[in-house]
């Protein structure tokens, strides 16, 4: 596994690249795309999006990190994802 700032690079065996990249906008710097990239480090194929939840108050954005999404590319010729899962941070009673 490479770590790169901001990046995880998972080798697959058939020479492609199983990558989690965080989103370059600082605004939006809660969100991870999941993908596919192919030995050159061209980008193949979305798998999913993972973020913590938010919400616009005007133009700013606001956080929610209680609660995630995650949108899956069920398709692989869909551009947009095809399920969306709205997930509560689950906090370990002691």
Same mark, same amino acid.
């Given at each position: 596994?490479?770590? /790169? !700032? +901001?990046?995880v690079v998972i080798m697959l065996p058939n020479g492609c690249k199983l990558v989690? /990249? !965080? +989103?370059a906008d600082p605004q939006y710097s809660q969100e991870m795309f999941i993908g596919?990239?192919?030995a050159a480090g061209a980008w193949l194929q979305d798998l999913a999006i993972v973020r913590s939840s938010y919400r616009y108050d005007g133009d700013k954005v606001v956080?929610?990190?209680?609660q995630f999404d995650v949108m899956v590319f069920g398709e692989e010729?869909?551009?947009?994802?095809?399920?969306?899962?709205n997930i509560q941070l689950r906090h370990e009673s002691n």
């Open positions: 596994m490479e770590k /790169e !700032q +901001n990046r989690a /990249e !965080q +989103n596919i990239e192919d956080w929610n990190d209680e010729d869909e551009e947009d994802f095809t399920e969306e899962f």
